[in-house]
């Protein structure tokens, strides 16, 4: 039989039985009150004291997905080797992203004038009909 106290709650396992018994002490009253806890029960009270999870934000999925151990060293806190391979990588992508950029506010531009120009064309056929 294993006991842990934590919390005004003793908890106690009986490993042949396969269940837990868990008694509590109610203030108010100033009684332990014991009750039989399956061990998934008692997995699932306990989740609200677990200490909190670390942050996994979308670019250590994206990180962890393309390479498993690059991400593994980054955790570490391992410094790659190529960091001049790894600054021109980088420079390529923001030149990429600024061509993209230029060529998303050509095309606003264009379409900007194909409307102006179908407005001449109307204005100018209403004209010619009246």
Known sequence: MLG??????????YPRRRFF??????????????RQVTPLAEKLENLCY???MAVI?????????????AWWYK?????????TELAAG??????HGRQVLASSLTRSIGLVLLMIALAMLVAY??????
């Open 4 to 13: 842990i106290l934590s919390q005004f709650n003793l908890h106690l396992y």
């Open 21 to 34: 018994l868990k008694e509590s002490y109610h203030k108010g009253s100033g009684k332990f009150v014991t």
């Open 50 to 52: 677990t200490l909190p």
């Open 57 to 69: 934000r979308s670019s250590d999925i994206g990180n962890y997905l393309y390479c498993r151990r």
């Open 75 to 83: 955790k570490q806190g391992m410094v790659s080797e190529n960091q």
């Open 90 to 95: 980088t420079e390529l992508h923001h030149k």
């Open 125 to 130: 056929c209403t004209a010619q009909i009246l």
